[in-house]
């Protein structure tokens, strides 16, 4: 691998990146961790029962916490890209594939969302009537 | 400057997964317009927040700008592998669209968030 390093542009804008990849990991962490309680712990919060459809939804949430644990670890790597002198190359191939992996478990969560949209209002029209 | 091979296989990787993320926040971007046009039992059951308010219509346009930073970042790591030069350039411009995508990102999802929060709430209130 060639050692190489950034110019200072490149440098702001990496910056730039590993914040913001911090920044999605939050909404996605507090979302995992606020469904999967209502999951775990569901006589904390309800006095109705949920219907079984929000345990399978809830898979969503998992693959949102996988998301938000590469995002950060993506994020880890770009901040290196920025502090260590030689490597960045290394750094952002490490960086990028974390990325990759962060985007593919954020895709299939937007897809589960929408499905859980659809899902649990039909779901709870059903909850309502019965 | 140029990238090698290998550099360049990563970055064919990034890119053929941003090319899938537009379709999932288009499909959340159209599943909540359509909740937001027909009148359904969410919409009902959220008192005093009716999803076709501001954070609907925000909802929507976050997800549409997601998705097309998403697909530009996913140009730009195309063009560093199929050109010969400019790759440092392409490379800050695939950067700065990435960070505008996640930064959109993040607002959906906080929306989704305060829209979980008020939605188990409602349910949460009512009477076994």
């Known amino acids: 691998m060639t050692s190489f390093e950034f110019p200072n542009a490149s440098n702001v804008q990496f910056k730039g990146l590993a914040q913001k990849s911090s920044l999605i990991a939050i909404p996605l962490l507090f979302l995992g961790i606020y469904h999967l309680s209502h999951l775990v712990f569901p006589e904390l919060y309800s006095s109705i029962k949920y219907p079984d459809s929000l345990a399978i939804a809830s898979i969503a949430d998992v693959f949102g916490l996988v998301a938000a644990f590469y995002f950060f670890s993506a994020s880890k790597m770009y901040t290196s890209i920025v502090k260590t002198q030689g490597s960045d190359i290394t750094l952002l191939l490490i960086g990028n594939e974390q990325m990759k992996q962060a985007l593919t478990c954020l895709c299939v969560t937007m897809f589960l969302y929408s499905a859980r949209f659809v899902a649990l209002g039909f779901a709870y029209k059903a909850v309502l009537e019965g | ?128």
């Open chain 2, 1 to 128: 400057m140029e990238f090698s091979d290998v550099e360049n296989l990563n970055f064919k990787k990034l890119s053929k997964v941003l090319k899938f993320l537009p379709a999932s926040f288009l499909l959340f971007a159209l599943v909540n317009l359509l909740s937001s046009l027909r009148p359904n039992v969410l919409q009902q059951l959220i008192a005093g927040a009716p999803l076709i308010g501001i954070e609907n219509i925000l909802l929507i346009f976050s997800c549409v700008f997601a998705a097309q930073g998403f697909k530009k970042a996913s140009s730009c790591y195309t063009l560093i592998v199929e050109t010969q030069n400019n790759d440092l350039s392409l490379l800050t411009s695939a950067g700065q669209q990435m960070q505008k995508a996640i930064t959109w990102s993040s607002i959906v999802l906080a929306i989704i968030l305060v829209r979980s929060i008020q939605f188990h709430a409602t349910f949460d209130l009512m009477p076994k």
